[in-house]
């Protein structure tokens, strides 16, 4: 299992009118790093990109705006500060930085269930609580504070899912904690594993999902649940995974993301035959590197999103960078920062660079094909 669990931010500049919907995204990827915080401690952020890509005649981004109350105190106070953003009507959620937050977290080990038992810091004895007074604060315009009352209410009949690693997982998990003070959820599904899980809020007819699907494409893993692998992973590289993909048009918003189970040994597939490997020393087959895996994966991942049908509002969160330092989970890194980094304090890693640029890459490529169609 990947360790390595973080959200990011990065920036991506968007236009005013996109602002409102984009925002509810940023709000369970800060909370989701809120929740990082939390349970880990150690955290560092970079680069999330997303995008909307809209949809059919009823869900455009439009009607969706529309449907919004005009009063919507979030929409008022992100724009509240004009005195930069008036001219060119943008606000970059994701340039920012943490500031201290003294009204502190949403919730506590004693308030939220969801919290499992690894992942309770204060159970487990970490004796330090400041990690959970702070909060992200965009260059330029303020983001207020979540509204789980404003956001059940707002998504009525409607449903979201999180899709990928356990970094989506950890995802749900912080936004679970922070609804259920509003409407307890109902699990209603969970697979053999407990990993995809869905959960339905009966008020407000909401209907939230995880699914589990970390590489995003077809992957056959051969891993217990304490991550250890009794064989290579198989991966798929013209496959997507069905498990998302035949769920997909069901939901109104879906947060997909992948990347750092691609870094693992693997034996790449193409038309049913082995084309290469990345890391797998001994196996006389050709090392591709994980870039040539990444490139292909988001290729299908943003063609299937664009050709979908168009009723899913998608948002793709592009990779986290590394939360070790001097080393690895398993190799004697060290995880001990107890406050966020400051601009420019810290520099991506190569690895972490190459997965990146190959996501603005790729996303740039269908976003310019969507343009072309007309779609934005
Ligand atoms: C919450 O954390 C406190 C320590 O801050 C601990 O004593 C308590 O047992 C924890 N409660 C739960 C339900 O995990
Ligand atoms: C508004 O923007 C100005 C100029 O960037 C900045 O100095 C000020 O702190 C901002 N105010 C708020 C409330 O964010
Ligand atoms: C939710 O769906 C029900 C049944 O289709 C409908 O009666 C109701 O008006 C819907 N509510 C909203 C807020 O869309
Ligand atoms: C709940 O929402 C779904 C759409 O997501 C709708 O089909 C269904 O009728 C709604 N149910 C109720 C009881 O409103
Ligand atoms: C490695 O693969 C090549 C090409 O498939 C083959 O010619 C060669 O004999 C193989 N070497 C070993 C040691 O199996
Ligand atoms: C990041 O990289 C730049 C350019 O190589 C270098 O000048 C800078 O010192 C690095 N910063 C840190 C914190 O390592």
Redesign the pocket.
Known sequence: MVKEMRSDLNPFSLSKHNSVIIKFAVSFLLVGLAFRLLISGSFRFSSVVETSIPANEETKPESLMASLPAEEPASNDFEANKSQNSQSGKCDLFTGEWIPDPSGPFYTNQSCLQIEGHQNCMKNGRPDSGYLYWRWSPRGCRLPKFNPKNFLHLMRNKSWAFIGDSISRNHVQSLLCILSQVEQAVETYHDEEYRSKIWHFPTHNFTLSVIWTPFLIRADIFEDMNGVSSSEIQLHLDELDKKWTDQYRNFDYAIVAGGKWFLKTAIYHENNVVTGCHYCPGKNLTELGFDYAYRKAMQLIFNFITSSGHKTLAFFRTTTPDHFENGEWFSGGTCNRKVPFKE????MTDVDTMMRNIELEEFAKAAAYDLKKGWF
């Open positions: 420019g304090e810290v520099n």
